[in-house]
């Protein structure tokens, strides 16, 4: 059976992945008198599409209850009025509980038996609002709920994965979105490495220092998307992604006494929308300049979070991915 959890506008939330083709996480983006449901699937060879659910928004009409000792004739009033106040008093309490349960079976109906066409988003779609800055967070956020959660299964946030896109091309931008989440425990010994593109980091011409960076490897066969470390951010959560996104709040946030801790969360919250948007923005952009595109991260090799637009699957384990990446060149011959 599928657990499943609506978030708010553009709010997220979730539980444990589901099995093969079953919902893991959603979030909802509302549009006037719609909204749109996105919603991760998790398959059984553990690759996950993102799809959407568009709805219209069901409005909740409670029918109020009168009772018939309410409408007292007009001579006996005075000798009702405080027993009238008590029962409107109980009336209330009936509605407002009427409602409440209501909306929660309205709410379990739309978990169990979503409403609306679902449609798996494309390459280019999810690329599209990921990297949007009009859109509204929506995904954004479900994404950072996906990889916040990684691998483990017993619970433990933090742990080593590689998150790994199946390679893209402007061809095959209207195919299906997949993505997979890859076991790295090789990474949970690994320390953060500050200074590795400490370089770039620094803001330009008097401008203020960005939140996140980008800027092609040595080898110019990469675009490179880095967060910046943020002042009362413990550097531990910049080793990898799944210590960045996985890494406890309370753990990851140790300002000091000049900083105050909810500004620096909100900051990091913030970040880490910005990551995904600046990658997803990249990889539209290598597009155009290059015949393949492979999404993902491995940090294996430098100990600092890094998103690689790569031409080439370079350090993907995924090797369905990589069959896709050759298919993908032989078609181009």
């Known amino acids: 059976m599928t657990e499943t959890m609506t978030g708010a506008m553009a709010g997220v939330t979730g539980e444990a992945m589901a099995a093969d083709g079953e919902l893991a996480r959603s979030a909802t983006r509302q549009e006037g008198t719609q909204h749109t449901r996105f919603l991760i699937e998790k398959h059984r060879n553990g690759i996950l599409t993102v799809a959407s659910v568009v709805e219209k928004e069901e409005e909740l009409h409670v029918g109020k209850k009168e009772g018939d000792d309410t409408r007292k004739s007009a001579q006996h009033v005075q000798q009702h ?55 509204s967070d929506a995904l954004r956020r479900l994404f950072v709920d996906v990889l916040q959660h990684g691998v483990d299964d017993n619970g433990r946030t933090g742990a080593g994965f590689f998150w790994e896109c199946e390679p893209m091309t402007l061809h095959t931008l209207d195919d299906t979105f997949r993505m997979r989440l890859v076991p790295a425990p090789a990474l949970d010994a ?50 990898h992604i799944g210590t960045y ?89």
Request: hydrophobic share 30%; glycine share 6%.
């Open 190 to 239: 690994i320390s953060t490495d500050v200074d590795a593109f400490s370089e770039h980091f620094g803001g330009t011409d008097g401008q203020p220092q960005p939140r996140v960076v980008h800027f092609s490897n040595l080898g110019g066969d990469a675009e490179l998307t880095v967060p910046v470390p943020l002042q009362g951010v413990d550097t531990r959560a910049y080793a």
């Open 245 to 333: 996104y996985g890494l406890q709040d309370r753990v990851a946030v140790a300002a000091d006494g000049d900083q105050d801790s909810s500004n620096v969360l909100s900051a990091l919250q913030q970040q880490r929308l910005d990551v995904l948007r600046v990658a997803a923005d990249q990889a539209l952009a290598r597009l155009h300049r290059q015949p393949v595109i492979c999404l993902s991260t491995s940090g294996l090799g430098v100990s600092y979070l890094h998103v690689r637009v790569d031409e080439r699957p370079k350090y993907y384990v995924s090797r369905d991915f990589k069959d896709t990446y050759t298919r993908l060149l032989r078609s181009r011959t």
């Open 81 to 135: 009025v405080q027993q009238q106040q008590q029962q409107q008093q109980q009336h209330k309490q009936q509605h407002k509980q009427q409602k409440q349960q209501k909306q929660q079976q309205q709410h379990t109906h739309q978990q169990q038996h979503p409403q609306g066409h679902r449609e798996r988003l494309t390459a280019r779609r999810v690329l599209g609002l990921l990297s949007s800055q009009t859109e």
